[in-house]
C-alpha cells in the first residue's frame, strides 16, 4: 500500500499537476491611521490611486542610483504589485516564488528571469519617465533579498514577511524619503514622513529657456521698440 501511494505522488508531480510555490511573500506598510503613518508626495499631499507600489529587483549588474535614473525603468523587473488603500493609507502584496525563481504574481514582468537572490526594492511612482512632475519613491532595507526556490513537487518553504517597517537610519532610499532620511530627488515640503516621493528639477536648458521668454515678455512691457 506504501508503494502505491509514494507511486501515485510521483505520478502526480510527472504528470504536471500543479505545485505548491517554493516562498510565499508578504509586503506591505502598516495601516496609517492606526499606527499616524503617513505616505505622501514632494509636496506633503497624501498619495492617491494613480500611484503604482511594486516589488522587484534590478537586473543583474545595474545600481540605481541619481546618474542612470532614465535607466531605471528599463532594468527594473516587478515580481508582484500591492493594492493601496489610500483611505488607511497603506498597502499590501502578496505572491509566491516558483520553483523557476519567478513569481506567480499577474503583474510580474513578462519574460522577468530569475529573482533569486537579487537585491528587493520598493518603487513607488505615479510615472515611468524621469521628468519633472514624475513622484517616485525607491528604496530597500539591507535585509530584502529574494530568497532561494527550491525546485521540486510539493515543497513550500513558509512565508516571507517583509514590512515598511524593516526599514531604519541605515536604510538610506535611493530616490525620495523615509522618516526624515532623504536619497534624491526634488521636494517643496519635506519631514520625518513615513514614505514620500520626491520628484525632478527641470532640465536646465528648460530653465533657461523659460528665463528667457520671461525676459523678453518684461521688456515687451516696458520699451516701445518691442512693440
Known amino acids: 500500500m506504501r508503494s502505491l501511494i509514494l507511486s501515485i505522488l510521483a505520478f502526480a ?17 502598516t495601516v496609517g491611521a492606526l499606527d499616524g503613518s503617513t505616505i505622501v508626495d514632494s509636496t506633503g499631499a497624501a498619495l492617491d490611486n494613480t500611484f503604482v507600489f511594486e516589488l522587484g529587483a534590478f537586473l543583474d549588474g545595474f545600481t540605481p542610483d541619481e546618474s542612470n535614473v532614465d535607466d531605471w525603468i528599463t ?16 498597502f499590501t502584496g502578496t505572491a509566491n516564488m516558483l520553483d523557476d525563481g ?10 522577468a ?6 537585491q528587493a526594492y520598493i518603487w513607488i511612482r505615479n510615472s515611468d519617465l524621469a521628468e519633472e512632475g514624475s513622484e517616485w519613491l525607491l528604496t530597500r532595507a539591507d535585509s530584502w533579498t529574494f530568497p532561494t526556490a527550491t525546485p521540486g513537487c510539493c515543497d513550500n518553504q513558509g512565508v516571507v514577511e517583509w514590512s515598511v517597517s524593516d526599514l531604519d537610519s541605515g536604510d538610506i532610499p535611493v530616490w525620495g524619503n523615509q522618516g526624515g532620511y532623504e536619497g534624491g530627488g526634488s521636494y517643496t515640503t519635506t519631514g520625518p514622513y513615513t514614505l514620500q516621493t520626491y ?8 530653465l533657461l529657456l523659460a528665463a528667457v521668454s520671461g525676459l523678453l515678455v518684461f521688456r515687451r512691457r516696458r520699451d516701445p521698440v518691442f512693440r
Do not use: H, K, M
Open 102 to 111: 519567478t513569481s506567480d504574481s499577474p503583474y510580474q514582468t513578462s519574460g
Open 13 to 29: 508531480c510527472l504528470a504536471g499537476v500543479p505545485r505548491l510555490a517554493a516562498q510565499q511573500l508578504n509586503w506591505s506598510s
Open 75 to 90: 532594468n527594473w523587473r516587478v515580481f508582484d504589485q500591492a493594492a493601496y488603500n489610500s483611505g488607511d493609507i497603506y
Open 199 to 206: 520628484t525632478f528639477v527641470p532640465e536646465p536648458s528648460s
Open 113 to 118: 528571469p530569475s529573482f533569486e537572490g537579487l
